[in-house]
């Protein structure tokens, strides 16, 4: 499966990940995020085409081990580890966000719980694309994130994201939506 958006007249090479789950963004709004962000990059056939993605759906999944459930998410780093020793890509670019060099890969996620639904679960995902040559853009945080950047800020974020979404389902189970 190989999902990857690469990178045209200098653009970076972007995959996609989307997580079904009653936790998280709405599918809608995580594909629509993700054309957007593309669009961004340069990668204008995204509104004309099925956007190509790595999705898992986890909807019906309650674990402690999110990585064994997350198939598709493990097809990603399998394609970015390959795609980034063909290009010789593993972390030889250093650069801000607004100078993207187009020979780096990133990886889409809609927001920190998109990312993981736990600190290690989250820690895991993002050390793990890294390792990769990657590099993690979270969209609701408007971040691009290199190896070695802290990540207080984006943990801080998805526990916050967690907790209301925990509030949430508990609203809805007693009959009270808001």
């Known amino acids: 499966m190989m999902n990857i958006y690469f990178g045209k007249e200098g653009g970076p ?12 963004p709405d599918l809608t709004l995580q594909t629509g995020g993700a054309r957007s962000f593309l669009l961004a990059t340069g990668h204008q056939t995204a509104m004309y085409h099925r956007l190509n ?44 966000y607004n100078g993207i060099s187009p020979d780096i890969f990133i990886v889409y996620f809609r927001s920190p719980l998109c990312v993981g639904f736990s600190q290690i679960h989250l820690l895991e995902t993002v050390k793990s694309i890294w390792k990769a040559g990657g590099y993690v853009y979270i969209q609701t945080l408007g971040i691009l994130l290199r190896e070695g950047d802290n990540l207080d800020v984006v943990i801080n974020d998805m526990l916050r994201e967690k907790k209301n979404s925990e509030m949430r389902r508990y609203r809805k189970k007693v009959g009270n939506p808001e």
């Open 13 to 24: 090479h972007i995959a996609v990940s989307l997580t079904i789950h009653p936790d998280l």
């Open 53 to 96: 993605s790595y999705c898992d759906d986890v909807s019906n999944v309650r674990t402690t081990n999110w990585s064994k459930h997350l198939q598709n998410r493990a097809f990603l780093i399998e394609d970015l580890k390959r795609e980034s020793r063909m290009s010789g890509n593993l972390n030889h670019v250093k650069q801000p």
